[in-house]
């Protein structure tokens, strides 16, 4: 066979192939067939080896031609094993093989930390009424920051500070866009959490990352007041950490999209780690998408889930998340 690969190489491999199967009288001739064909060192295996006489367009198309011809001449082995009445097991040729030893278990995986840790605040929530919503990852700045109370000057809009992808269009910088989309969809009350992924050209250290999660939570209808949200807070964190006497704190702060503000800090390792922010819906939010701010109030929320994942789990590092070691993401469960 010409090992320089062409199509009319691949036709007569095709033919080659279905023609020996058809001709085979025994497992052993099939069995012969396969390894010439479909083995390590077989027909086809050496024809892509060889690619050097096609064009950049070409290549693509052969590799999915030859995928048709691997295909159709399992399925022709798999009829003709049919027919000839015999599995395809080395058994045959080597009686000698110990059937009774363990057969080779695919390893089993494991959900990602990161995964586990936001199902479970997810559960935690609902048991507290809220529901889930979603928004995109690519927004554009009505909902990432004008529609926050974010004006067009602050330093958060800066390009150097986010993932732009055009003038209008960046990766979301924080889950707090998913507040406006539902409040410019769903009238009051409202009581929503929303997980996803946020981005950020932040320099990666132990606690930052370029890529992270955040759970955003948002409530909004009459009488909302900033003891509801210390309640939520610390209900979530009590049963996440499923200890009564766990430490946080809401330290004053300032975010355009709430007032008054505070941080989320929850005492860790001997010191207090920010877990995220929260704070009372602003007035201006409220207007800016069509909710009487005299007759409803809220509050709202953004936890950082890797940080929340750390604290259950004490983890030292937020880059563990990320570095796909096995050795790491295999201890969870
Ligand atoms: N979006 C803020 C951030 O990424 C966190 C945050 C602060 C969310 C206050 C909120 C909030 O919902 O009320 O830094």
């Not at 690619?51 to 295909?71: I, M, Q, Y």
């Not at 959900?111 to 927004?139: C, N, T």
């Not at 004006?151 to 055009?166: C, G, K, M, T, V």
């Not at 950020?200 to 939570?217: K, N, W």
């Amino acid at each position: 066979m010409n090992q320089n690969g062409s199509f009319s190489d691949l036709d007569a491999i095709e033919n080659e192939a279905l023609a020996a199967i058809e001709a085979a009288a025994d497992a052993a001739a099939l069995d012969h067939v396969r390894i010439q064909v479909l083995g390590k060192k077989g027909s086809l295996k050496q024809i892509l080896r060889n690619l050097g006489g096609l064009t950049a367009e070409e290549r693509p198309l052969f590799g999915a031609r030859a995928n048709v011809v691997k295909e159709k001449v399992q399925a022709a082995l798999e009829e003709a094993r049919g027919r000839l009445g015999s599995a395809p097991s080395s058994s045959a040729k080597n009686p000698g093989a110990d059937l009774t030893l363990p057969g080779k278990m695919p390893e089993r995986g494991s959900r990602h930390p990161v995964r586990l840790v936001s199902a479970r605040m997810i559960k935690i929530f609902a048991s507290l009424g809220f529901e889930v919503a979603d928004g995109p990852e690519v927004e554009d700045e009505w909902h990432n920051f004008t529609g926050l109370n974010i004006p067009a000057d602050h330093i958060a809009r800066d390009p150097a500070e986010n993932f732009y992808l055009e003038d209008d269009l960046l990766m979301r910088s924080q889950t707090s866009t998913v507040q406006v989309r539902v409040m410019e969809n769903t009238p009051p009350p409202l009581r929503i959490i929303a997980p996803g992924k946020v981005f950020r050209p932040d320099t990666v250290d132990a606690t930052h990352s370029y890529m992270f999660h955040q759970l955003e939570g948002l409530v909004v209808d009459e009488g909302v007041t900033f003891g509801h949200l210390k309640s939520t807070l610390l209900t979530f964190f009590q049963q996440l950490l499923q200890d009564e006497n766990m430490k946080l704190r809401l330290r004053p702060s300032f975010f355009p999209f709430t007032e008054p503000s505070a941080e989320v800090d929850l005492f860790w390792r001997g010191g207090w780690m920010e877990m995220g922010g929260c704070g009372m819906v602003d007035p201006n939010v409220l207007e800016a998408v069509g909710i009487d701010p005299e007759k409803y109030t809220g509050f709202a929320f953004g936890l950082g889930i890797e940080r929340v994942t750390m604290a259950s789990y004490n983890i030292p590092d937020i880059r563990y998340f990320t570095e796909n070691d096995v050795r790491f993401l295999s201890q969870f469960s």
